[in-house]
């Protein structure tokens, strides 16, 4: 057994001393107990095993002796939890979650731990716990609690041993909930850290590499996957992955040269993945997309016939497969393939749109609205709104049509019902038939791909008349003269299809192929309805919840008949969710996750050759598969674990843990139908039905130009697609009904305490030297730790809904006076007033705002460069997803950067077009803004855009006293609480430059321009100037409600601190949260208050400038410091560095306010013990402390790999020492890269006896001013 490298002192319970107590307090019932007691040893080798070895400890193997002693041990706690009522220590349960956690028993684990969290108020100080707890949530794919129980993991002990692990752990939920940067740097923290995982270093990079692909960072992609494949030692699966996704990439993407090119290297990366791993059916398939696309029509139908033999009957490829044959001019043929895919995967909405396509080329539209609405209904459809305008177009169509004319047309094909009905022959479904029936008609079925008889669905299709279907036919032929009008058409319709079928069958007893009949001739019934509504299927669910789902796994697909799957698929249809359902067999779902990469992904490119006519109708195979990655439960099987273990790098591929790996997605997606099923359940219908309840519009005037042979050419995929998985896939596994143990709130960073308790330096430097001894980690050896930070939740009671608008303070200035008025700063920092706009200052101060007009900051400085954000311009107070069919949270910008003379010549043809607009509109509005947010507020109700796209020029940095004195010097002129530098100013303090913050940033905007949702950096204040001309209009809700803003955005997959996000004021006023809103026009001052969430639009054409202020109060200091710590948990910097900033404030400040000073001390006394006990722990351990010293403006350090602040005892590499480049490290990302910090050197920048004569000097001050 492999130990987990740190000695497991502080969690660990003392197993025998545990079982002692409880045996002495039943002492009536000794005998029986000692049937079931441990022995000595056996409670030592237990006593070290908690949540920590998941993952390396062996049960299958050598370690089956673990095994049994982990089993007696629960059973043993069990029955003397049971003896004792629950009465027992709650370290017992914590236990018993442990063991039951190394034995992957996770339903009892979780129990036990939750009992370990209802009993255990300061249940937040025991890492392993929470770790454990983490691994439970995370195989349950409850990503959401999982990612806050790992994350209290390292804020409560970041040297934790299982770092790694947790870092990699958060980078997979975070790539799967599409929050790539978190996702980025946690992979990037794991992959530092020398430390055993469960991934080796190579596939860490494949997934950073996947994550940039992801992005759609192409080139950066192509770059990490070309440097993997340098790696020597590259595991062969590892290899053939990267190579499948360089060839797929290069399929898609333009990276080289023109389409021959790209290619050609397509082909060749994918001939090299198959040559690391013959027996990918994807590399298959992939290549025989990159065939079928330049054409080589027979190399296409072999690839794919290989992809079919090596991965099993797959939607995707059955989905090409019928593209190919379409695009020969076979119909009958691409419907059997287009059948064969939706038979597999009833989800599959390119499927059916080109089988859509298929029947409107065939001229039968009203089959063709059928295979629409299928298409539409499955949530992997990407254009639903061009699929609703087709389907609307051919019903009105329909309409306008003569019934006859309809009737009497003779069908070139089977109806969707009838194709439908036919069964999918064992061949397709089953590898071993499709390679005997390979066998069986040779390979020259394969080779022209002209003759299709061969073609195992064809020729059960071609049988298929049911013997039901054939006497009803005799009947009418016996009968033929004395017909009504509907038997006659009856009748037409069975003789053509017997037509067909016989022509059919005469191929194919020319070719001796009689087999399939019998198959033919036992299928369903023609009269069983389409689409069963499925309802037990759907209770069953429900009911046994995540149990079932994980039953539906462990189905060996190959005994479930065909029946089964069917009365899956109103689930199916309904959900579009269950793609992974019952029908794959283990090795098609071991296919599935052998790309570890989410399919989607890999289709994004091509969009690039998508055809805007054909939008909606393409040919394209939408390969949703839930994302293979999203699945990261490879990890689980503990004998994968084991780094030198060959079957580790089947990791990749996921097919060597088919208890676990094969899949979270496959879990997520069972449970979401178990969920979600309920609701959409009714839609599920046949597709008749269908067409019935959609109101065909008779007048419909929607263009005709969608043809079914350009969007053939026209594959198209999505990237939305891939976020709306990401998306599906969290938000079911949030939903997971697991009896999920909810966060309590827990007290404050800094606690309320009175100055008498804290303690002379003396005293504190005497307790830490007693604790320094024990080791060194740092955080733990505080006076107490803190609790990790939570957000708060909603303000109780919730404010009625008619105050949720309240008016904004405004402050109306007259003249110099009423601006350096006291109150008026007063007025502005109380933490009652979120927001206060100063109206009329400009004009007060007579400031000349002409300084920043684009016209002098284009004299100024024209070459000065703009960051520019692409956004698209939305109705003034909503955000709809770029289709505008509904209305989201996310607001995604693109960014590029520009010179502020071109900013400047966008924002004037802007304006200039616009004029031209309003003037040929002649509206009667006299103001241009008015008019703006009227008319876009009455304009369409349901549906919005297509959104025109606008640039915002931000953050444009005024820093430069050279460049922008006049400037600069013209907001002297402001109240000094208001500055951009003062005395009472905290930011003043900090000694050195944070752009943007204690420097002054400029705004270029134009209508629409947007600033997202966010709070100020550590929660800071900000002052905001419209300079005008035209008007802004702000949002504003107050602090006390971040906390519901932070859930929303969870919700909606957004990373509050990192994301943009628009709030949907919907969904505020429904959870009761006040928003102020306002407009803010030319000379107002908008002044937030520490922690105000706010997100701002441009209503006209205008310039702001900004830049934020720290009061010194009690309220600025403890938000910005518990800002400070929830960034640390969060792993996001703080821009300003609040021990930095404490120390000089001690220096620098008199502080009159006992509350602000009691803070300040209490987080000096804190860091003082921080520093020196881990001074004294390396100088136990022999590491010299180089005196370094501080220059004077020498900013703040951050660790240079996970960006915490770091004070006074740097840690830096020798290489770099020597070099004088000083990169820094804390102490744990030191550790993690070299153990015993081997490859570093400390330097220290403080003498202790500094320090503390600053902390004994801080006194709190008698004066009433608070400021020096
Ligand atoms: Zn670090």
Redesign the pocket.
């Given at each position: 057994m492999k130990s987990c490298g740190v000695s497991l002192t502080t969690a660990a319970v003392a197993f025998g001393d545990e079982a002692k107590k409880m045996a002495a307090g039943k002492a009536s019932r000794e005998s029986e107990e000692e049937s079931l007691s441990l022995t000595v040893e056996e409670r030592e080798a237990l006593g070290g095993m908690d949540s920590r070895l998941f993952g390396f400890v062996r049960l299958h193997e050598d370690g089956a002796r673990t095994k049994t002693l982990l089993g007696k041990a629960v059973h043993c706690y069990e029955s003397l939890i049971l003896k004792a009522e629950g009465k027992v220590d709650s370290d017992f349960f914590c236990q018993l979650g442990h063991f039951n956690l190394l034995l992957e028993d996770y339903s009892k684990a979780l129990s036990a731990y939750q009992r370990y969290y209802s009993l255990q108020a300061d249940y937040w100080k025991n890492a392993s716990f929470l770790y454990g707890l983490g691994l439970v949530y995370f195989y349950y794919n409850a990503f959401h609690w999982a990612i806050k129980a790992f994350q209290d993991v390292l804020y409560v002990d970041p040297s934790f041993c299982r770092a790694k692990e947790i870092h990699l752990r958060l980078g997979l939920m975070f790539k799967v909930n599409t929050d790539y940067k978190s996702s980025l740097k946690h992979f990037q923290l794991a992959l530092i850290d020398c430390n055993p995982c469960t991934l080796s270093s190579a596939e860490i990079q494949f997934h950073i590499a996947h994550l940039y692909e992801t992005q759609r960072k192409y080139h950066s992609a192509k770059e990490a996957y070309e440097q993997l494949l340098q790696m020597e030692n590259l595991p062969a699966q590892v290899k053939a992955t990267v190579l499948q996704q360089l060839g797929w990439m290069h399929h898609n993407m333009d990276l080289v040269g023109d389409n021959a090119t790209k290619e050609s290297f397509a082909i060749q990366y994918l001939q090299k993945s198959l040559e690391a791993d013959p027996n990918s059916g994807q590399s298959w398939y992939f290549l025989g997309r990159c065939y079928s696309s330049i054409g080589k029509v027979q190399d296409a139908f072999i690839s794919y016939r290989q992809s079919i033999d090596k991965s099993e009957a797959s939607a995707d490829t059955w989905c090409s497969i019928g593209v190919l044959y379409q695009q020969q001019n076979q119909p009958m043929d691409a419907l059997q393939a287009y059948i064969c895919a939706v038979q597999l995967d009833h989800g599959h909405a390119a499927a059916w749109m080109d089988l859509g396509t298929l029947y409107e080329s065939c001229n039968q539209p009203q089959d063709a609205i059928k295979c629409y609405l299928n298409a539409a209904r499955s949530k992997r459809c990407s254009n639903t709104s061009t699929l609703a305008a087709r389907i609307k177009f051919l019903q009105a169509q329909l309409c306008n049509l003569p019934q006859s004319s309809l009737q009497n047309k003779t069908k070139l094909l089977p109806s969707i019902e009838e194709a439908w009905s036919l069964p999918i022959p064992a061949e397709l479904t089953s590898r071993q038939g499709a390679m005997n029936t390979a066998q069986q008609n040779g390979s020259d079925s394969w080779n022209g791909g002209q003759s299709l008889s061969h073609h195992p669905v064809q020729q059960v299709y071609s049988l298929c008349l049911t013997p039901q279907k054939l006497q009803h036919l005799e009947q009418l032929r016996a009968n033929r003269d004395n017909l009504n009008p509907a038997q006659k058409h009856q009748l037409e319709q069975l003789e053509s299809q017997f037509v067909l079928m016989q022509q059919m069958r005469h191929k194919e007893v020319a070719r001796g192929l009689h087999k399939s009949q019998s198959s033919c001739l036992s299928g369903p019934n023609e009269e069983q309805p389409l689409f069963s509504t499925g309802s037990a299927q759907y209770h069953q669910a429900t009911s046994t919840g995540i149990k079932k789902s994980n039953e539906h796994l462990t189905l060996p697909s190959n005994s479930v008949p065909q029946r089964d799957a069917d009365s899956h698929l109103s689930s199916h249809t309904a959900t579009s969710g269950g793609q992974q359902g019952i029908i794959f067999t283990k090795e098609s779902k071991s296919s599935k996750n052998r790309s570890l990469v989410p399919e989607t992904s890999r289709h994004t490119g091509d969009t690039s050759n998508g055809c805007a006519d054909v939008k909606g109708l393409t040919n394209h195979v939408h390969q949703l598969i839930a994302d293979a990655v999203s699945s990261p439960n490879h990890g689980d099987s503990p004998d994968l674990l084991i780094a030198d273990n060959p079957q580790l790098s089947a990791l990749l591929i996921g097919k060597a843990n088919d208890n676990v790996g094969t899949g979270t997605c496959d879990k997520v997606n069972s449970i979401h139908v178990a969920v979600h099923t309920k609701t959409d359940h009714s839609v599920a219908s046949s597709p008749s039905s269908a067409i019935s309840t959609a109101t065909p519009s008779p007048k419909s005037t929607e263009q005709t130009s969608i043809n079914s042979v350009t969007s053939l050419n026209s594959p198209h995929g999505g990237l939305h697609t891939v976020n709306g998985e990401g998306l599906e896939n969290s938000q079911s596994s949030t939903k997971v009904d697991l009896p999920l143990v909810s966060h309590r709130s827990t007290s404050q960073i800094i606690p309320s305490m009175s100055v008498s308790i804290c303690p002379s330096s003396t005293e504190v430097l005497k307790a830490c030297r007693n604790l320094g001894k024990n080791g060194l980690s740092s955080s733990c050896i505080l006076l107490d730790k803190c609790p990790p930070p939570r957000p708060p939740t909603s303000p109780y009671p919730p404010l009625p809904k008619d105050k949720l608008n309240p008016p904004t303070p405004s402050i109306y200035l007259e003249n110099k006076r009423d601006a350096f008025f006291p109150p008026l700063h007063q007025f502005c920092t109380n933490p009652k007033n979120p927001v206060t706009v100063i109206r009329g200052l400009a004009g007060a101060l007579k400031l000349d705002l002409g300084l920043f007009s684009t016209k002098t900051l284009v004299e100024a400085n024209n070459e000065h460069i703009v960051e520019v954000r692409t956004q698209l311009l939305q109705p003034a107070d909503e955000n709809w997803d770029p289709t505008g069919t509904k209305k989201i949270w996310r607001c995604e910008s693109n960014r590029s950067h520009t010179t502020i003379a071109k900013y400047a010549q966008y924002q004037a043809s802007s304006f200039q077009e616009s004029l031209r607009e309003e003037n040929e509109k002649r509206t009667q509005h006299k103001d241009h803004s008015d008019n703006e947010s009227t008319s876009s507020e009455n304009s369409g109700r349901r549906r919005k855009g297509p959104f025109k796209t606008i640039k915002f020029g931000t953050n444009i940095d005024l820093s430069d006293n050279k460049k922008w004195k006049l400037q600069l010097h013209e907001l002297t002129k402001l109240p000094a609480f208001a500055r951009v530098v003062s005395a009472g100013n905290l930011l003043s303090h900090v000694g050195h430059t944070i752009l943007g913050m204690n420097t002054v940033q400029l705004y270029m905007k134009v209508p629409g321009s947007r600033t997202p949702g966010h709070q100020e950096n550590n929660n800071f204040c900000s002052v905001n100037i419209n300079i005008g001309p035209g008007d802004c209009e702000w949002f504003v809700v107050p602090e006390d409600y971040w906390g519901v803003l932070n859930d929303f955005c969870e919700k909606n997959n957004l990373n509050f601190l990192m994301s943009s996000w628009w709030p949907n004021l919907e969904d505020l006023y429904e959870a009761n949260v006040p928003v102020y809103r306002f407009i803010q026009r030319p000379g107002d001052l908008v002044w937030i208050n520490a922690g105000t969430v706010h997100w701002v639009q441009a209503v006209g054409w205008c310039n702001n400038i900004a830049w934020n202020v720290g009061p010194l109060t009690a309220c600025q200091y403890k938000l910005a410091v518990e800002r400070y710590e929830w960034n640390k948990l969060k792993s996001v910097k703080s821009p300003v560095p609040m021990v930095h900033l404490s120390w000089n404030m001690a220096r620098n400040i008199k502080v009159s306010d006992p509350k602000l000073f009691e803070m300040i001390k209490y987080c000096l006394l804190k860091i003082l013990k921080q520093c020196q006990t881990l001074r004294e722990a390396l100088v136990a351990a022999g590491k010299e402390i180089i005196w370094h010293g501080r220059t004077n403006d020498e900013p703040a350090h951050y660790?240079s790999?996970?960006e915490?602040e770091v004070f006074n005892l740097l840690f830096v590499t020798n290489e770099s020492n020597t070099q004088k480049t000083y990169i820094v490290?804390?102490q744990?990302?030191a550790r993690k890269t070299s153990r015993s910090l081997e490859n570093f050197v400390v330097l220290e920048q403080y003498k202790m006896e500094d320090l503390i004569q600053v902390y004994d000097q801080f006194t709190l001050a008698l004066s009433l001013s608070s400021s020096s």
């Open positions: 660790c790999i996970c915490v490290h804390c744990d990302c």
